[in-house]
């Protein structure tokens, strides 16, 4: 089961950014953890975990208040 980034922006709509798929969570996990300074950059505020279609989970990349 492939597991991949979704990415969004602060209202929530779609931004494109890497096509990455992983063999496991861990593999997306760590890569999301090297790349989440980039993404922002780019204007990716949220980012989505998701395993095949089902949504594991939703990560901000907003710094904490």
């Not at 597991?3 to 996990?29: I, T």
């Amino acid at each position: 089961m492939p597991w991949s980034w979704r990415y969004e922006d602060v209202d929530g709509k779609p931004v494109e950014g890497p096509a990455e798929s992983f063999s496991s969570q861990a593999d997306a996990e760590s890569w999301i953890g090297q790349e989440w300074r980039q993404l922002q950059g780019a204007g990716v505020t949220t980012v989505v975990l998701v395993e095949d279609d089902r949504v594991d989970y939703r990560m901000s990349l907003l710094p904490a208040d």
